[in-house]
């Protein structure tokens, strides 16, 4: 016997691809939109692989199929399931779906029973979790969007469900969230049971509570981290750092090897001098002089960050330390502390590229201009030509088709397959200047 709270665990992978995962943030959750996938053969995870990659903006939070719960984008931020333009959601939550609500997807394979009974369930964990009813605050997407969508009763009415009986249904499991199942819980399938201990998988890019636990992990073996939940350059090196030291196999991802040598690792010796902060971190900010601040402005002035070097942290100083914080992602708080270090350290002087800070994607008409050319010039100079062969290898200022595969050839190789969508922003900019 067991609670009906616990009936289900919930995996939570988050897909790191910012055009189906924007990144803003729901203030609160007012309601819920019940979808269904239309799709035959793609469960929960061929979802999370189809929205990691996906070229417009479309993804909803989470897909439940007969085996698992699968969020993949976090419920404090915005995913995109309902047209903005229709009314219906503004006249009865007063507010747009993709900015207030959750959206839930039933994936069409596997037992219809396993799934439903899993989004029935997940539905009564989010109006407890949220403070929502079930009967005024869960909507269908059909409801919202009449002319154009008929989910999910698409795929519940065929399975001999309506939408009154599936939301008695969340109602039943919602009443009862602290009750024993008055049934057997049929036996959780292998994987659930092997979930005991879950092994997140985070890589450059994600964001949240089990990229905290990874960083204070990191700081309390001496890996200095601001502790942001922001899995960025910073965060990665960090990981190489502590690949590096523990003999694994150096890919800056966070995986089960990484995982099992976090637990057992023990904490660097700090008299020793050894491991990759390089001995003694000193602390410096506004106001302090002397040798060590002169060593600091000297390191900065060879990355091209123009600085007189004085000897004194001044106002100079300290826009030059928040600008390269601004530059390797780090947090900005224009002093000089471990991370900062270990970045400035590991900064390479800067290529003679300036690489624009904007997005570009392929549209029509084509973004185009210096900034495009700039993009163009360094991805020739690191070997991917927009049109090897054609004039000026393809580097015209236009940002068409074959400059946006040029980047994701690049985004491939460096970036891995998750990062290659082919658009230009900030992520990939700083990818590229990591090669320049
Ligand atoms: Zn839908």
């Not at 007012?30 to 479309?58: G, P």
């Not at 969020?71 to 009865?92: C, F, G, M, R, S």
């Not at 899995?231 to 196999?249: I, S, W, Y």
Request: aromatic share 10%; with cysteine.
């Amino acid at each position: 016997m067991m609670a009906i709270k616990d009936k289900y665990l919930i995996e939570r992978r988050y897909i790191t691809n910012r055009i189906a995962r924007s990144g803003g943030r729901i203030n609160k959750v007012l309601f819920l939109v019940s979808h269904e996938t239309a799709n035959n053969v793609a469960d929960a995870d061929a979802h999370f692989r189809y929205f990691n990659n996906v070229t417009f903006q479309t993804s909803a939070h989470s897909f439940v199929d007969h085996k698992k719960i699968l969020e993949i984008i976090p419920l404090n931020e915005k995913a995109w399931h309902v047209q903005y333009q229709v009314p219906t959601d503004n006249v009865l939550f007063g507010d747009d779906a993709n900015d207030a609500a959750i959206g839930i997807e039933l994936c069409r394979t596997g037992d219809f029973n396993e799934a439903y009974d899993r989004y029935v369930w997940y539905h009564a964990y989010l109006c407890r979790t949220f403070g929502l009813k079930p009967r005024e605050h869960i909507v269908s997407h059909e409801a919202l969007d009449p002319r154009r969508r008929s989910d999910p009763e698409s795929w519940l009415n065929p399975n001999g469900i309506t939408w009154n009986r599936f939301i008695l249904d969340v109602v039943k499991y919602y009443d009862n969230w602290e009750e024993e199942t008055e049934t057997e819980v049929s036996p959780a399938p292998e994987e659930e049971v092997q979930a005991e201990e879950i092994v997140w998988y985070l890589s450059r890019g994600n964001t949240g509570q089990d990229v905290r636990e990874l960083q204070q992990k990191l700081n309390a073996l001496g890996y200095s981290l601001a502790v942001d939940g922001s899995f960025g350059p910073a965060t990665e090196r960090a990981v190489r750092d502590f690949q590096r030291d523990q003999g694994l196999a150096v890919d800056g991802s966070y995986g089960p090897a990484t995982q099992r040598a976090l637990q057992n690792a023990k904490p660097k010796s700090s008299s020793s001098g050894s491991g990759s902060t390089g001995g003694t971190v000193w602390y410096l900010s506004r106001g302090d002089t002397g040798q060590e601040v002169r060593e600091l402005q000297q390191k900065l002035n060879a990355l091209g960050y123009s600085l007189a070097v004085d000897g004194s942290f001044g106002p100079a100083t300290e826009r030059a330390v928040r600008a390269f914080q601004r530059d390797q992602g780090l947090a900005v708080d224009g002093s000089y502390g471990p991370a900062t270090q270990r970045a400035l350290q590991n900064a390479k002087p800067s290529s003679g590229f300036n690489l624009p800070n904007t997005d570009y994607w392929v549209k029509s008409p084509q973004f185009s201009g210096a900034g495009v050319r700039e993009v163009q010039e360094a991805l020739a100079s690191l070997n991917f030509y927009p049109d090897r062969g054609a004039p000026n290898n393809g580097i015209d200022g236009y940002y068409g088709p074959k400059t946006a595969d040029a980047v994701r050839r690049f985004q491939l190789i460096h970036m891995g397959a998750d990062e290659a969508d082919g658009n230009y922003g900030p992520k990939t900019k700083r990818a590229m200047e990591r090669e320049l």
